[in-house]
């Protein structure tokens, strides 16, 4: 049996990268799968790839009531709701002193305050059916500070900060919290950083992605991060709560 088999999850930022790795991961896995993210082509392509009864949400993630919508839905039309995977971030790079109040909220309403917005919304769900699992697609960022990425840091510690806060709240109630921290992910928001990094110093590609690289020399795989997402939704990662697993090829070894 699948090991996911009639499980129901929400996926957010499920358009692309890491986000539509989780959910084809999941609904390999058995799971009813509800694909949100606010560009409605990319979900709708996600949730037909994911096939068993998937769907799509348009979500702003910002938009607290959106998210509260958006999880009465995915409860509505999945037939409830077991697993949540706050995958939705966005990331910018400035120096500190440059960072203007705008980028500040902009990347804290995505990164910690829509995190927010749909686990409050998800758990009363799970508590009723003392059963859920929540995963917080969170960085190495949230566990160590690094350079011109002071908001996206802050955003990150602070979306774990809430994983381990929820676990010790809800540990004898059935439900688990955890996030899971990749270094760098071969996806469009890392091309992003490297095209910024090639523009603001002149460096080659080549120059520009070298210290984004693991260890082990490489951009992690988005389906890495959605392998260890897999296992936090199924009955063998039950035991795992209040972690924050690193996928990282050995970069963070805390």
């Known amino acids: 049996m699948p090991a996911l088999e009639d499980r129901k999850a929400l996926v957010t930022g499920g358009g692309r990268g890491i986000g539509r790795e989780v959910a084809l991961a999941l609904a390999r896995e058995g799971a009813r799968v509800a694909v949100a993210a606010r560009t409605a082509a990319e979900i709708e392509a996600v949730a037909a790839e994911c096939g068993g009864g998937a769907i799509a949400i348009p979500l702003d993630v910002t938009d607290e009531a959106a998210c ?55 758990v009363p769900g799970m508590l009723r059916r003392g059963t859920g699992t929540v995963i917080a697609v969170a960085s190495i960022a949230a566990k160590l500070g690094a350079p011109y990425i002071a908001p996206y840091t802050a955003a990150k ?11 010790a709240e809800y540990a004898a ?17 890392t091309e992003e950083s490297v095209a910024n990094i090639m523009a603001r110093t002149g460096r080659t590609r080549e120059q520009a992605l070298a210290p984004l690289l693991t260890p082990q020399r ?12 897999v296992l936090l939704a199924s009955d063998a990662g039950r035991g795992i709560n209040g972690a924050a697993i690193n996928v990282d090829g050995g970069q963070v070894q805390l």
């Open 218 to 229: 490489r951009l992690v795989a988005p389906a890495e991060v959605a392998a260890v997402c």
């Open 157 to 167: 510690h602070g979306l774990l900060g809430l994983m381990r806060a929820l676990s």
């Open 68 to 122: 509260a919508a958006a999880v009465e839905r995915a409860e509505r039309e999945l037939g409830g709701l077991d697993v949540l995977v706050n995958n939705a971030g966005v990331a910018a790079s400035h120096k500190f002193t440059d960072v203007d109040t705008a980028t500040w909220r902009r990347i804290l309403a995505v990164d910690l305050d829509g995190p927010f917005f749909l686990t409050r919304a998800a």
């Open 173 to 189: 109630k059935g439900l688990t919290f955890n996030c899971v921290c990749p270094g760098y992910v071969d996806t469009p928001m």
